[in-house]
C-alpha cells in the first residue's frame, strides 16, 4: 500500500464512457451536467496533487445517441459523417468534465487549470477493423428492434454482453496521436488536460501528410495507453463499473483478481475470460501499456480512484 508522497506524479486516467453518461439517464443536459460533477467529486483527489495529470474519456453512449438522433431527422437535415460525429461527443463531454473539474477545484480553493483538446487520433486506412465492426455504440435494444433499426438505417447490430441489442462500428488502433506535443506541453505547466476524448477522433494521413476523417470509433483504453506511452508515464489508471477485474465473471467460481503480472493477464485474456463487449479492451490496453514500456496499470471503480491508486482496491497489472 502506497502513501500520498508515493503516489505516481504523472498519471494518464482513463474514464469509461458509462461514467459521463450512465445507461439509467434519459440523456438531458441536466442529467450530463450532474454526472460531470459526481465524476469531477470523484476524481478531485487525483485533481489536488501536485502532478502531472491526463485524463481521458468514453463517449460509445453519447456518440451513439448523436448518430441515431441525426438519422431519425435526416429527411429535414443532412446527416454528418461519423468522425464529425466523434468530435462533436468529445467537444460536449470536454466541455462538461473540464467546467466539473474546475468548478470542484474552486470549491476546495484550488486555482488549478484544466483544459479540454479536441484530438485528432490517426490510424491504418488498412486497419482490418474496417471490415469487421466490433465497437458498441449508442443505447440497449431488444432483438426485435435491433432488426428494425437494422433493416431501416443499414447499421450493424450485435448482442452486447448479454445485456441486449447496439450498434457495432469500427474501431481501428491508434497510430499515432496528433499533437501530442501540446499534451505534453500543458500538463509540464500544471494544467489537467482532458486529451483524447472517445479515442480521438479518427483520421488517416496520405503521404503529403494531409488528414481526412474517417467512420470509425477508435477504443479510449487504447489511446490512453498509447498516450501514456508517448509521453513516458509509467502508470495508468483505468476507471470503470467494477473495482476489480475478475476471471470466471457470472459464475460460481469468480475470482478477483488484486495484482497480477503481464503473462498472467495474457493467460487470462487468451482463456476467454475477459469479453470484448465488456472488460476486454480494458484487458487489452493494460496488455498494450506495459508491452509498451509501462510500469503499472491499474483497473478500478471510478469512486475508488485514489484507493486504486494508493494499491487499497483495484487489479494492478504489473511487469
Known amino acids: 500500500m502506497r502513501t500520498l508522497n508515493d503516489v505516481p506524479r504523472r498519471l494518464v486516467v482513463a474514464i469509461g464512457g458509462n461514467a459521463v453518461h450512465p445507461e439509467d439517464i434519459r440523456g438531458t443536459s441536466q442529467e450530463q451536467k450532474s454526472v460531470a460533477q459526481i465524476t469531477a467529486e470523484a476524481l478531485l483527489p487525483l485533481a489536488q496533487l501536485d502532478n502531472e495529470l491526463v485524463i481521458t474519456h468514453g463517449n460509445g453512449p453519447v456518440v451513439g445517441k448523436i448518430m441515431m438522433r441525426q438519422m431519425l431527422t435526416m429527411n429535414r437535415i443532412p446527416p454528418m459523417d461519423m468522425d464529425i460525429c466523434v468530435a462533436h461527443s468529445q467537444g460536449g463531454i470536454g466541455y462538461l468534465l473540464m467546467q466539473a473539474i474546475e468548478n470542484a477545484l474552486r470549491e476546495q480553493g484550488n486555482q488549478r487549470h484544466v483544459a479540454s483538446l479536441l484530438t485528432q487520433v490517426e490510424v491504418d486506412k488498412d486497419d482490418p477493423a474496417f471490415k469487421n465492426p466490433t465497437k458498441f455504440v449508442g443505447p440497449f435494444f431488444s432483438e426485435d428492434e435491433a432488426r428494425k433499426i437494422s433493416d431501416e438505417l443499414n447499421w450493424a447490430m450485435r448482442e452486447d454482453s448479454g445485456r441486449g441489442w447496439r450498434h457495432v462500428v469500427p474501431s ?112 487489452d490496453a493494460a496488455i498494450r501499456f506495459l508491452e509498451g514500456g509501462g510500469k503499472r496499470a491499474i483497473i478500478s471503480h471510478l469512486d475508488c480512484a485514489m484507493a486504486a491508486l494508493r494499491g487499497e482496491t483495484g487489479t494492478h497489472v504489473v511487469q
Do not use: W
Open 172 to 283: 481501428p488502433k491508434p497510430k499515432h496521436v496528433c499533437d501530442i506535443s501540446l499534451v505534453d506541453a500543458l500538463v509540464k505547466r500544471g494544467t489537467i488536460v482532458i486529451a483524447g476524448g472517445g479515442g480521438g477522433v479518427p483520421v488517416v494521413r496520405d503521404a503529403k501528410g494531409v488528414r481526412t476523417g474517417v467512420p470509425a470509433v477508435i477504443d479510449k483504453d487504447l489511446t490512453s495507453a498509447h498516450i501514456a506511452n508517448v509521453l513516458g508515464i509509467e502508470e495508468l489508471l483505468i476507471l470503470t463499473a467494477v473495482p476489480r477485474v475478475a476471471v470466471n465473471f457470472g459464475k460460481p467460481n469468480k475470482r478477483e483478481l488484486d495484482q497480477v503480472n503481464l503473462e498472467e493477464i495474457k493467460a487470462y485474456h487468451r482463456e476467454g475470460h475477459f469479453p470484448p463487449g465488456s472488460m476486454g479492451p480494458k484487458v
